[in-house]
């Protein structure tokens, strides 16, 4: 099946670095990824949608210039987190759909696990 | 203002029993509804939807119910088995048609089938 591979799993960076997250659709073209954080015990949030070969669409309150998104294939779309701060530690997930001519389900990478020192 | 609401943060079963794991939503025009199974430390995994056309769904062991008048959707485990204990979440979208769209998702349910 349509499988969703996100890298690192896990990253430890100093406050202040860049850290970059790539998502990569295995199986299938992916038009369009989205991008999730999700706090402890809380839900997963849209930080935004990542569309192949054209700006991505933020979502309310999540700053662009912090967050830069690059979909600059059918399969991988990146997510650097630049300055990064303790504040920013999350655990951030990418997705995507097949997209085929009706609702599919969005499949998820395993999600990456950033802590900020 | 939540817009999907998953109301029982918790939930414990016995193994063979139904589980019943709930939620609501706000928003009338939701038409898609899917309901995902998270293990720590690992993406969430589709298990289940719905269109709004339907008021039920079923797959093997799982069942999702609709209830558009009340907003409300439900998902049947049964039998409950240990492997089944997870978050589950619900999530709710307004498909656009053009082959993209954006999924809501509620807080989650911790379910722990007891052996």
């Known amino acids: 099946g349509a499988v969703v591979s996100q890298h690192p799993s896990r990253v430890i960076c100093k406050s202040g670095t860049s850290v970059k997250i790539e998502c990569r659709s295995l199986?299938?073209?992916?038009?369009?990824m989205f991008w999730y954080r999700q706090f402890p015990k809380q839900s997963l949030m849209l930080m935004a949608t990542s569309n192949e070969g054209s700006k991505a669409t933020y979502e309310q309150g999540v700053e662009k210039d912090k967050f830069l998104i690059n979909h600059a294939s059918l399969t991988l779309s990146t997510l650097t987190v630049t300055s990064a701060h303790p504040e920013d530690s999350s655990f951030y997930i990418c997705?995507?759909?097949?997209?085929?001519?009706?609702?599919?389900?969005?499949?998820f990478g395993n999600g990456t696990r950033l802590t900020v020192t | 203002d939540q817009q999907v609401k998953q109301n029982s943060p918790s939930l414990s079963v016995q193994e063979g029993r139904i589980s019943i794991l709930n939620c609501d939503y706000t928003n009338s025009m939701f038409d898609y509804f899917l309901w995902y199974k998270k293990y720590p430390a690992e993406g969430p995994t589709f298990l289940i939807s719905i269109s709004s056309i339907k008021d039920k769904n079923e797959d093997g062991r799982f069942t999702v119910f609709l209830n558009k008048s009340a907003k409300h959707l439900s998902l049947h485990i049964v039998p409950s088995q240990p492997g089944d204990s997870a978050v589950y979440f619900c999530?709710?979208?307004?498909?656009?048609?053009?082959?993209?769209?954006?999924?809501?998702f509620g807080k989650g349910t911790k379910l722990s089938v007891i052996p």
């Open positions: 999530a709710v979208c307004l498909y656009s048609g053009a082959g993209s769209y954006q999924l809501t």
């Open positions: 199986d299938f073209q992916a038009t369009t």
């Open positions: 997705s995507a759909t097949l997209g085929t001519g009706g609702p599919s389900p969005l499949h």
